[in-house]
């Protein structure tokens, strides 16, 4: 019985270092203010206060993501755009002003480790679900 109650104290103190931990990380909206809405526009149009700022460049309008293609939100490239590793056809271009985002995440850190990676793939995650929240049927 002394085990059980160890335990359930142990995990009682281990719930408010769990919670401080998560959230610290912003949520998809705070991520997308912070670093899509200048481009982007705070509606996601792509009609932000940068959205002029490269000639022959004009952001995507990100609520028409699923409808582009035919209803169906593609979060894996969706991901893969704004992570930056795997740009697809016509975005990998270093004159594109569209920032590397798993790049720039993980220097905010400056080391590379197995957690800071995990760190990095759910703040993309979580930037994902809310694009996929915004999109117009």
Request: proline content about 8%; aromatic content about 8%.
């Amino acid at each position: 019985m002394p085990c059980g109650i160890a335990m359930i104290v142990a995990g009682m103190l281990l719930v408010p270092v769990l919670n401080n931990v998560f959230a610290a990380e912003p949520s998809g909206a705070q991520e997308y203010r912070d670093h899509c809405a200048r481009c982007h526009g705070p509606g996601a149009k792509g009609d932000g206060p940068d959205a002029d700022e490269k000639p022959g460049y004009r952001p995507a309008d990100l609520t028409q993501i699923a409808k582009r293609h035919h209803g169906k939100f593609p979060r894996e490239a969706v991901y893969d755009i704004i992570d930056g590793g795997k740009r697809s056809p016509g975005h990998y271009n270093f004159n594109s002003p569209m920032p590397l985002w798993g790049l720039s995440f993980q220097l905010e850190g400056k080391q590379y480790t197995e957690e800071s990676e995990a760190a990095v793939k759910r703040r993309i995650n979580t930037l994902v679900d809310y694009l996929e929240s915004i999109q117009e049927k």
